[in-house]
């Protein structure tokens, strides 16, 4: 077989698995419908963790969950799923809070890196960042 003859069906091979997954709904990017869906995602993982309140993101793609030791559950859009995480001030290498109403989050674990999560408005941004250790006269 030629090699641009064996170039063309790889090439093709991709092109017809990458639609395939999208025609199938791999593409979907799953959100959350409120904080009953954002617990119940918590729960699934950290089932006897008490939960308080909980604020979502403007993209309803994360949730941020008062727990009631202090740490914070974070529920968080992965493909047409969810992943958790428990995460302390200690968890987190950088933490920025940015206009509007953004707070980005660098965290130590080197299997979720962290990313930008933007809020309906500024105060619930500071409350969330300032949750996870953020602090207005240094930002870590």
Do not use: C, Y
């Amino acid at each position: 077989m030629s090699l641009p003859l064996l170039a063309a069906i790889v090439v093709l091979g991709i092109a017809a698995t990458v639609i395939a997954v999208h025609l199938t709904g791999g593409s979907h990017r799953a959100t959350l419908s409120g904080f009953d869906q954002a617990l119940g995602a918590f729960r699934t993982d950290f089932p006897d963790i008490e939960v308080g309140n909980a604020v979502m993101t403007a993209n309803g793609e994360s949730a941020f969950l008062d727990l009631a030791d202090g740490r914070t559950g974070i529920v968080q859009s992965f493909g047409d799923g969810f992943f958790t995480r428990v995460v302390s001030p200690a968890d987190i290498a950088e933490i920025r809070l940015r206009e509007p109403a953004i707070v980005s989050i660098r965290f130590r674990d080197f299997t979720w890196t962290g990313g930008h999560f933007a809020f309906a408005d500024p105060v619930t941004a500071k409350t969330t960042a300032a949750r996870l250790g953020f602090r207005a006269d240094r930002s870590r």
